[in-house]
């Protein structure tokens, strides 16, 4: 599996058109990507306009077609100015799950 932990910090004003934005991207990668297996946003308990994904690729290729697909782009393109924090890090670039194992997960 290939997780990808991130936050994003949304400027004022704009998060209820991100927030649209970026269910249209999770709907998208959950019913179109077969390599998706999740993808959840996260309201932060502490900040309003901060949001955390937690998405779950079957591999790292299965991230990177993400990225290409007609839904993740329009939403990067539509909320480019949105946010106050770009680029991922820590377990944003990626990481690997623990437990469960891979052949005991769940779809």
Known sequence: MFVIIAPIQIKDGYKDRFIEEMIGD????VN????CLQFDVIQDANDPNRIWLY????????????TQ????IKWRDATADWTEESGLQG???GATNIWPPDNEWKS
């Open 26 to 29: 999770a709907r998208g990668s």
């Open 69 to 72: 697909a007609p839904h993740f």
């Open 91 to 93: 377990a944003g670039l």
């Open 32 to 35: 179109d990507e077969p390599g």
């Open 55 to 66: 998405e779950i690729y079957v591999d790292q290729d299965a991230f990177k077609a993400h």
